[in-house]
């Protein structure tokens, strides 16, 4: 799978180790059988976000015309769902990490918990609108 690319396809690990990148930078070694690649862009319609190449040898499966096969078959969503859920929590529990480190900083490194603040917010904004926030009271 390449970063920057479209295909209407997704990947799922059958065995060995693939491994994830975002540029030249390492995200992740990924060994579990049954992980999913190439649901961000399915998802979204958009390019694929990252590059994943063969860390070992390695067997996947291609699940060509991904986004019909997903309206064939919704039930398919599910684990694509708690995939996507873990990957949040995960993200959010290092960032949350980065923040308390750099929360007391007074110099550049302070600033991360400025960023990470605002992303926080952004993210809100980006992803729950007003009218579909729930009500407080």
Do not use: C, W
Request: aromatic fraction near 8%; glycine fraction near 6%.
């Amino acid at each position: 799978m390449t970063e920057g690319h479209r295909s209407d396809r997704l990947f799922v690990l059958a065995e060995g180790a693939l491994e994830v990148y975002r540029g030249d930078v390492s995200i992740a070694m990924v060994t579990e059988p049954g992980s999913v690649f190439g649901e961000m862009s399915i998802l979204l319609d958009v390019d694929h976000t990252a590059n994943v190449r063969a860390a070992t040898d390695a067997k996947v499966h291609i699940v060509d015309g991904a986004k019909r096969f997903i309206e064939d078959n919704p039930s398919f969503l599910l684990p694509i769902a708690h995939l996507l859920a873990m990957r949040l929590n995960n993200s959010t529990a290092y960032l949350v990490d980065l923040k308390r480190q750099f929360q007391d900083y007074k110099d550049h490194f302070g600033m991360v918990d400025e960023v990470l603040e605002s992303l926080a917010h952004e993210q809100e904004e980006q992803f729950m609108p007003d009218d579909e926030l729930p009500d407080d009271t």
